[in-house]
């Protein structure tokens, strides 16, 4: 007995200290990590995107399927997402082997990550016998891509167009080089083909373009890249080391990065 009349059991005081710090610390560790992961600012207020915030993607909701009769024979399918407070709009369109899906799914999750940095984005399935969007058979691509820009209530989008998409996205774009900026506020062409039907038109089309491709990619990449160059506002041409043609896919974190990068650079 203690002269105050307590017996205090030194070794369980410690042990009791010792359990309660652990839990406070493993406690404020795992909730502040979270956010903090996600929340990677730079000094010049921008997202960086991690490793980290990519792997908290894969448990955000994933955009659902939606689609739109737009008139004139044209029924869109497509997936969104649409923060508060977003200052542009990204159009994603896909290759032959994609769909809008593909950018909502392993290993790119570029939606759901565009939705936490602030943009609304767009994924649409284009026409054809794989995909899910229509259009009457003799509607001209730029034509449908237009009428699908305004149904879906976009605003001069971005837009992100990769290897078969380049028949949709080039016609809207360059067909009427002086009305480019009217119609988008940046181009992301990802080793789009048709890129040698444009060629006189490029030298008058101002408009901010990221051209991105794959090393590996040996053919469509390197082509569409000697073509485009000749755009007088290329602010970027990012090679991903060791991705082929699909190199989303291949560098989806790397891809991600330049992207939000690019987007963040736009005014
Ligand atoms: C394109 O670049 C020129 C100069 O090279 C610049 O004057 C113009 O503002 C740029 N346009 C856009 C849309 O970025
Ligand atoms: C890139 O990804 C595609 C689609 O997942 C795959 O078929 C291809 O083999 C990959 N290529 C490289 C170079 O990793």
């Not at 002269?3 to 710090?21: D, F, R, W």
């Not at 999750?109 to 943009?119: H, I, P």
């Not at 284009?126 to 969007?133: A, Q, R, V």
């Not at 030298?203 to 073509?227: F, Q, V, W």
Request: charged share 25%; aromatic share 8%.
């Amino acid at each position: 007995m203690s002269p105050s009349g307590l017996h205090i059991n030194k070794p369980a005081v410690i042990i009791i200290i010792g359990l309660i710090s652990t839990v406070i610390f493993w406690y404020s560790y795992t909730s502040k990590s979270t956010t903090e992961q996600v929340e990677t600012v730079s000094e010049s207020g921008n997202m960086a995107v991690t490793e980290a915030m990519m792997k908290i993607m894969k448990d955000e909701p994933v955009p659902k399927e939606q689609t739109k009769d737009a008139g004139e024979g044209i029924s869109l399918v497509y997936r969104e997402v649409k923060p508060e407070g977003s200052k542009l709009d990204v159009l994603f369109l896909h290759g032959q082997a994609f769909e809008a899906k593909t950018w909502v799914s392993e290993p790119v999750f570029t939606l759901q990550l565009l939705n936490k940095v602030g943009y609304r984005a767009v994924a649409l399935d284009l026409p054809g016998d794989k995909w899910k969007s229509k259009k009457p058979e003799k509607m001209e691509n730029d034509v449908f891509l237009a009428k699908a820009i305004t149904s879906l209530g976009l605003t001069k989008p971005v837009i992100v167009s990769p290897s078969m998409s380049g028949g949709f996205s080039l016609p809207f774009l360059f067909k009427d080089p002086s009305k480019v900026q009217e119609k988008s506020r940046g181009f992301v062409p990802v080793a789009p083909v048709n890129t040698e039907k444009y060629l006189d038109q490029y030298k008058s089309a101002h408009i901010p373009t990221m051209i991105i491709y794959g090393e590996t990619d040996a053919t469509l990449g390197k082509e569409s890249l000697k073509n485009l160059k000749n755009l007088p506002n290329v602010t970027v041409i990012e090679e991903l080391k060791g991705a082929g043609h699909a190199c989303y896919m291949n560098s989806s974190l790397e891809f991600n990065k330049k992207l939000v990068d690019f987007l963040q650079s736009l005014k």
